[in-house]
């Protein structure tokens, strides 16, 4: 969208002291001509804009140009910094503190130093995520290819992958972009990434379909895809609210509450239920019933 790219290119002017509208075109794939009209775009909103003229000019914004911050109100400006903190968790070299102090030149005006909320991204993965992320995000940039290898349910493989963009989804971190092995789109979860790197070859953006985007295919096989009922402990309780809520789950009797858990893989919802211990039962659907028992089974005998 207009409003989007419009605001992409401001983004950068106030990065770069100069950016020659060729590059600008090639960036957001539009011509020359639409560049030209958003510079007049952002000019007329009172942002000022500065042309160099030459083989090596372009445009810019004036020096000393800061943000007019009194079109935000205090609750938005804390939502901000909310969200800078919070991506500092898994990109430390971000420089928060420089950045609240451009928002905030008078100190406690807007934003109270004492934190409220604290959102860790990274939890204790931050050690292995900041670097990976701090990479994608370069190729991303660059529109370079990465390699790495990744460890699924499937067993191990090598990837060569054209990364659109990174995403934060069922408390974790994924990379979505155009696999090379698959000939496909694919989500890939980047605790199971390893031996990144980027390589030197270069990729073009592909057109990606709405249904290519909804993330959430990626974990959704209609043919899989049902519900289990279990009896469960009432000292396993927390599990349901925490995981559905208080409306997912009745009670059964004064010890036991009878819960429907949905789930779209069965190995996965085997795994799930052997790590609730003895005090969950399936009740259905029998496959799972069987599933569990055999998997059961089999962990009893290499205690044995």
Known sequence: MKVDRLLAIVTILTQKRKVKAKDLAERFEVSLRTIYRDIEDIGKAGI????????????GIAE????DKSALTREEMQSIVLG???LSSVMPGSSVNFLL?????????????????????A????????????LLRKAIEDKKIVRFTYYAKTGRTVRELEPHFIAFKWSAWYVFGYCRLRGDFRLFKLNRLLHLEMTEDSFQLREI??????LEAFYSDPETNQYAT??????????????????????ADENHILAKWDYVNEQEMVKTVLGLGGGAKVISPESLVNAVRAEAEKILCRYR
Do not use: W
Request: proline share 8%; charged share 25%.
């Open 101 to 121: 102090g451009k928002l905030s030149p008078e100190p406690g005006r807007f934003i109270a130093l004492k934190d409220e909320i604290i959102i860790d991204l």
């Open 48 to 59: 000022p804009i500065v042309t160099y003229p030459g083989g090596s000019g372009g445009v």
């Open 64 to 67: 000393g140009f800061t943000l």
């Open 84 to 86: 800078l903190k919070s």
């Open 209 to 214: 379909s709405e249904k290519q985007l909804d």
């Open 123 to 134: 939890s204790h993965y931050k050690n292995s995520l900041a670097p990976k992320i701090s």
């Open 230 to 251: 279990l009896l469960l402990d009432r000292s396993l309780e927390y599990v349901m609210v925490d995981e559905y809520g208080p409306e997912s789950y009745e009670t």
